[in-house]
């Protein structure tokens, strides 16, 4: 794991929080599998090196990922997930929505 002041360790820790969120009285997590693998140590977890996925470093880092989840992932449960976390963006006044990565 990451040390604590680097965001890779916040950004799975603020990831891990939501979904346990039901325990702690909140809304549940809306992806019942990715709580499950959660659960039981399932996730696999790709963290880029911007919130750009498309940067060339990034596609790279993807297709890699990517390429070696698929050999070890019926292997490793049935409800195994890959997460790609990106650093939190500057300009917080405008969070980015999925039409702004398509």
Request: with cysteine; aromatic share 10%.
């Amino acid at each position: 794991m990451y040390p604590q002041r680097i965001w890779q360790h916040q950004g799975y820790e603020d990831f891990a929080s939501i979904l346990l969120a039901k325990e702690h009285g909140a809304k549940a997590f809306p992806c019942i599998y990715a709580t499950k693998a959660y659960r039981a140590d399932e996730l696999h977890c790709l963290f880029i090196h911007s919130d750009e996925p498309s940067e060339p470093l990034n596609v790279a880092l993807m297709a890699t990922a990517l390429r070696g989840y698929l050999h070890v992932a019926k292997a490793t449960g049935f409800h195994t997930s890959i997460i790609i976390m990106a650093p939190r963006i500057d300009d917080r006044s405008r969070p980015k929505s999925t039409e702004d990565y398509r």
